[in-house]
């Protein structure tokens, strides 16, 4: 049987929820979908190709791809970068614990499938403050026997109450995979992203491993995928429909997440890039560090 910390046995399907767009949410609590309103986890759905998205979602998705083509090639080569990442860790550095904060919709391959897939024993510790996302946390709460899956409702901007969540299905005196999968940029500067990003890295244990993707700005793109006005375009209807909270940084500005880190081979690159050789279009920045002590 396979484990969980989800209550009861009732099977998740999210396009069962009523025209009202309300369903009951993690905890009971009923949740408005808001399936009228464009929402940036949903438009990402629609992207990868997922069938959990509206009309709504679907226009703003469609707009972004008018303005920018190669936006569905950025987004998968952003999810492959993170298959690799934890199969990476499972099978040759023996990793077995997972932080994953800011997990979005479930899709293929999430990461405790990747994980629990190389090393059945992983546990996996996924945390997001997004009340879309908590409706879905069903589809997330599964597991291998040998394994855990667990979900914190928490707030990366609070990283201190996530991390004692997490404590509760994670051991801190072992190696961790911190995975920060395309969400700093939801966090603007004035909020310190860097103290953060420090707090939860300054928690993880040595031997642990710090994985990071991150959208650049439209002036920082490969020259000759998308015209800088087209990708600033786009960026602005993602930045709609992420209530503001959409913030590109420089390659320079990523790899300073990972200060007191050794980067793997090879350090902060674009995601097609990260040992591969993947032919699509990205504005996604990578890079995975390393704990030694």
């Known amino acids: 049987m396979a484990r969980s910390d989800f209550p009861g046995d009732r099977s998740w399907d ?3 929820v009523t025209t009202s767009g309300t369903v009951q949410g993690f905890n009971g609590e009923p949740v408005d979908l808001r399936t009228d309103v464009a929402h940036i986890a949903r438009v990402y759905d629609h992207w990868l190709g997922g069938k959990n998205n509206f009309a709504a979602d679907r226009k703003v998705a469609e707009a972004v791809m008018a303005a920018m083509p190669t936006v569905t090639e950025s987004v998968r080569a952003n999810r492959s970068f993170l ?3 934890v199969n990476l860790l ?3 550095h023996g990793i077995r614990q997972f932080l994953d904060i800011g997990t979005g919709l479930p899709a293929a391959d999430n990461t405790h499938e990747v994980a629990q897939r190389a090393a059945p024993d992983s546990r996996i ?3 997001d403050n997004d009340t879309i996302v908590l409706a879905h946390a069903r589809a997330l709460l599964t597991s291998s026997p040998e394994g855990r899956t667990a979900y ?3 707030d990366v901007r609070q990283p201190a109450e996530i991390l004692a969540k997490a404590a509760e299905t994670l051991d801190f005196t072992q190696p961790i995979a911190l995975m920060l999968i395309a969400v700093m940029h939801c966090i ?3 909020d310190d992203p860097y103290a953060i990003v420090r707090t939860l890295t300054d928690a993880m244990p040595p031997g642990s491993y710090f994985v990071l993707s991150h959208p650049i700005p439209a002036t920082d ?5 998308v015209p800088a006005e087209d990708l600033a375009a786009a960026y602005a209807l993602m930045r709609e429909a992420s209530t503001g909270s959409f913030h590109a940084r420089t390659a320079d500005q990523i790899t300073r997440f ?3 880190w050794e980067l793997l081979d090879p350090g902060v690159v674009l995601a097609t890039q990260w040992r591969a050789d993947e032919p699509e279009s990205t504005v996604i920045r990578v890079g995975i560090g390393h704990r030694t002590a």
């Open 14 to 16: 999210f396009k069962s």
């Open 258 to 260: 990972f200060d007191g």
């Open 125 to 127: 510790v996924y945390a």
């Open 188 to 190: 603007p500067d004035e």
């Open 221 to 225: 793109a490969p020259s000759g995928d």
């Open 152 to 154: 914190v409702h928490g």
């Open 83 to 85: 298959r690799r990442a």
């Open 90 to 92: 499972a099978t040759e």
